[in-house]
């Protein structure tokens, strides 16, 4: 799972890259399996109406 704290977005954009292992309940109940790591490349930033903006690349096999 990919955790950051949301603090960190008072400097600015934060960097959200790093590999989901196929177990992870990132996926909830969806149907099928996820074969081998996802990778993930993002960032996530903080907008001035208090929303924020995850922009993001993933790289993996979702067979379902």
Request: proline share 6%.
């Amino acid at each position: 799972m990919l955790r950051i704290e949301l603090r960190e977005l008072s400097r600015g954009p934060v960097r959200t890259d790093g590999t989901i292992a196929p177990g992870d309940r990132v996926f909830g109940d969806l149907p099928g399996i996820l074969e081998g790591p996802l990778t993930v490349d993002g960032v996530l930033t903080a907008t001035v109406d208090g929303n924020y903006v995850w922009r993001a690349a993933l790289r993996g096999v979702y067979v379902g």
